[in-house]
């Protein structure tokens, strides 16, 4: 929190809510600056070493098993997906639940009574804060890469590294994505525990991290194509198996696409949420 | 006395239970357990063969009935810490084994609803065909790892009483169970000392009886495994009061409740 206040105190005082009034320029060096600060206050409160190695004793027998079951098994395609995708699966399982949670924990520790006076808009705020946790999740998802590799027994011969890795890097950004959405809409919801909970690990089925979401049953196939996520993961296995540039080409457009929709729809959602708040006085106490 | 045994499970159960909310419950109790049977048998069907979805499907089961479980047994003896009730329940005279073993009693039925759970997305979900399972044989191995799941799951709560981590210990049973007990990777394929380490796994006896009870054997030909189960579940009793008295006296003596 305390990477706002200097955001307001250098900066021309415009009207509370909307930054840009009394000025012809966004103002995106504050915004930025915002967005870096809270970036890095939750990177510094995660990397504690028991916030790292609970999470990392947890991905063990997970990542252990399913390495072993793909890795042994006659499919080139399944190393293909569990190479990259229990590490990417780990991200969801842990990103879903704190990113998720992100709006409703701030409202609870009195934080978001800070955040909403602050000019910077609440979504940017969040997202620097989602970002950070982004970066404290990767921590254990590049163990989790590291059991799959020695469990696993082989690797998939790669075909086109540099594709991969902007593969991998868009299918971050679809985890972001999806996950952020998740901030506003368990705090609209008032949801309980549990909802997020079972998003945590139907991640596994529907995001396409570890098989095609084709063998899924026809209503969850097309709720899975639904998500970023599995055009983001079948450009990956696209990627390290060699497949036409124009389909990887054409999984990034839709991946994108449907991570600019969801963006549309979460910052949508964090109006609600904040006029919500402001209409019924209750910041914080929700 | 039984009244009184009652009386803690019951309370216990209430008051020191999380997920005892409609939408937690439903969440971890019943959808958890069987997105992991789905994810593990596509998992199978797409790597390997459908016979290996199968065993998949049958070991993740079991793993569904015990891991569950012991979330919530380990997390109702970390909130007698956080909920500042140890030291009413060490200052009172009554019956320690009582006491240790209430905590966990409610919590068996609960994993029969995972089980019902699973089961129910291995057949309609994922089209398991368990025609020729013998379910009395079947239900009596998961009941007897619901009942070693809870003992072990004492045990290792006796660690949250103390350490005050949950995460910690519950994720780090949950990757024993997968790990260790032959659910996903046969027994044999583990190195020595994890293959010794499962032997005193909770579910591993009981998960080898119940492939058998699903190719049709009898309760007769698995009462070897099922024994070999209980006795794994005798031994986390003894081990698990044992320390549950040892952190008791420690307490006492240091008067540190919440450290």
Request: charged content about 10%; some cysteine.
């Amino acid at each position: 929190m305390s990477g706002f206040a200097p955001v307001a105190n250098r900066e021309p005082t415009a009207g509370m809510g909307s930054p840009e009034r009394g000025s012809d320029r966004p103002r995106l060096r504050p915004y930025a600056r915002a967005m870096y600060l809270s970036f890095r206050q939750r990177v510094k409160e995660q990397l504690r070493i028991g916030f790292i190695i609970g999470p990392i004793v947890g991905s063990t027998g997970p990542a252990v098993t399913l390495a072993w079951a793909a890795g042994r098994g006659d499919n080139p395609e399944a190393t293909s997906y569990v190479f990259i995708g229990f590490s990417l699966y780990t991200m969801w399982l842990m990103g879903i639940a704190m990113i998720g949670w992100s709006l409703t924990s701030e409202a609870w520790a009195g934080t978001l009574d800070l955040m909403m006076t602050t000019r910077t808009p609440l979504p940017l705020i969040m997202l620097g804060k989602a970002l950070g946790l982004i970066a404290y999740i990767s921590i254990p998802a590049t163990y989790a890469f590291f059991v799959v590799l020695l469990v696993g027994g082989r690797t998939p011969s790669i075909d086109s590294v540099p594709l991969l890795m902007i593969a991998v890097v868009l299918a971050v950004v679809a985890l972001v994505a999806t996950h952020f959405l998740f901030a506003p809409l368990a705090f609209i919801s008032g949801t309980t525990a549990g909802f997020i909970s079972s998003l945590m690990p139907l991640g596994g089925v529907i995001t396409g991290f570890l098989f095609p979401t084709g063998l899924l049953p026809s209503p969850l196939d097309v709720f899975a194509h639904g998500l970023p996520t599995s055009w983001a993961m079948s450009a990956i296995v696209r990627s390290i198996e060699g497949g036409a540039f124009v389909d990887v080409l054409a999984d990034w457009g839709i991946a994108l696409a449907l991570c600019a929709v969801y963006a549309v729809a979460t910052v949508a959602l964090f109006v609600v949420a904040e006029r919500r708040v402001r209409r019924r006085g209750n910041l914080g106490t929700l | 006395m039984l009244r009184n045994f009652y009386i803690q499970s019951v309370c216990s159960y209430k008051a020191l239970f999380n997920w005892l909310n409609w939408p937690a419950f439903v969440a971890v109790i019943i959808v958890t357990p069987s997105v992991y049977v789905a994810m593990f048998g596509l998992m199978g069907r797409f790597a390997r063969d459908e016979a290996t979805a199968a065993a998949f499907i049958i070991g993740m089961t079991a793993n569904g009935v015990a891991q569950n479980l012991s979330g919530g047994v380990i997390q109702s003896l970390t909130n007698e810490r956080y909920g500042g009730t140890l030291p009413f329940l060490f200052a009172s005279r009554g019956s320690r084994l009582m006491m240790f073993l209430s905590r966990g009693m409610l919590h068996v039925p609960t994993a029969a609803m995972s089980l019902a759970a699973c089961l129910l997305t291995a057949t309609l979900l994922l089209g398991a065909d368990l025609g020729p399972a013998n379910w009395t044989a079947v239900l009596a191995c998961y009941a007897m790892m619901a009942v070693s799941g809870m003992c072990f799951a004492l045990c290792g709560g006796n660690l949250a009483m103390s350490i005050s981590s949950f995460n910690f210990i519950y994720y780090g049973m949950m990757s024993f169970f997968f790990i260790l007990t032959g659910a996903i990777i046969p027994r044999s394929e583990l190195p020595g000392v994890l293959r010794l380490a499962g032997e005193v796994m909770p579910v591993t006896h009981a998960l080898e009886g119940s492939r058998k009870a699903y190719e049709g054997s009898g309760i007769g030909s698995i009462a070897g495994d099922i024994g070999l189960e209980a006795l794994v579940a005798l031994g986390y009793v003894v081990v698990g009061y044992a320390m549950f008295r040892v952190i008791e006296t420690f307490q006492r003596r240091t008067g540190a409740y919440d450290e």
